[in-house]
């Protein structure tokens, strides 16, 4: 269950933006006790500066509940594999962050509890696939912010739905619509996954088609309009293929008969009934106050909720 969200959602892939912070912000920036809190204190700043910049009447922090989800790994078993940590490959999966990292991502769940933003993970997908359910059941325009273009398949412009791509900070910002995915990559948003999957992600342990690259696999998306239809020609001798992009694709079907439920998020992810609206004041004040004096979120804090209370 979700309640209907009607004005502009926008939907945070935060872990990838408390990476950023993590990685953009010094770890000088520390807790009264000296432990680092850059990521927890840059997603605030972050926060802040978005919701000033394009005031949201929604806001929901998106998470990882599991990041490498089993359904994912049984139809590619090289999916996101590189990314186990080595010395636990024996055990759970686990996936590899910098040390200093990990023991701030409770504080900013703690922190975004008691300011009062929604924050949403589902056992058994990636913050992707709640993105993805978020997006297809919202009523109104969805900014979605990640610096992961897996995302770009939800652009749609008929439904208001745009990509705003960190470029530097979140200060500069890529607002990729169908345009932008025309320009850069040959396809529109509809057309991102299967582009995707194609070419493969080695970062997602993706292996796409061998010799089809992503100008290539372009080319055959605005030939034959979709993954189907390129193995429709496959199969046609008259269709324009070369035979060695023939075989190829022919080699790859069984890899091409279960990418598309890997590459392609959920749209039917069982949301929790939440309370999307952006907060004006903080869901848990005293709580709030014992998280800001801990771990020292000064500015950066206060910043927030003065936005948030605008």
Known sequence: MMRDVTGRLMLLDTASLYFRAY???PDSVKAPDGTPVNAVRGLLDFIDRLVRDHRPDHLVACMDADWRPHWRVEL????KAHRVAEEHATGPDEEEVPDTLSPQVPVIEAVLD??????VGVPGYEADDVIGTFTARAKGPVDI???????????????????LYPLKGVGTLQHTDEAVLREKYGVNGSGYADLALLRG???????????????????????????AGILAAVDD?????????????DEARPYLAVAPKVVRVAHDVPLPDVTTAVPRTPRDPAELEALA?????????????????A
């Open 201 to 227: 992600d080695p970062s997602d342990g993706l292996p796409g088609v061998p010799g089809i690259g992503e100008k290539t696999a372009a080319k055959l998306l605005a030939e034959f309009g979709d993954l």
């Open 293 to 309: 004096a801990r771990w020292g979120l000064g500015g950066s804090l206060e910043r927030l909720l003065t936005t948030l209370a």
């Open 237 to 249: 001798r008259g269709a324009k293929l070369t035979p060695t992009q023939r075989r190829r694709l």
């Open 114 to 119: 008691a300011v009062g933003i929604a924050r």
């Open 23 to 25: 990685f953009g912000v």
């Open 145 to 163: 912010v990640t610096g992961d273009r897996d995302l770009y398949q939800l652009v749609d412009d008929a439904r208001g739905v745009r990509v």
């Open 76 to 79: 590619i078993p090289s999916y």
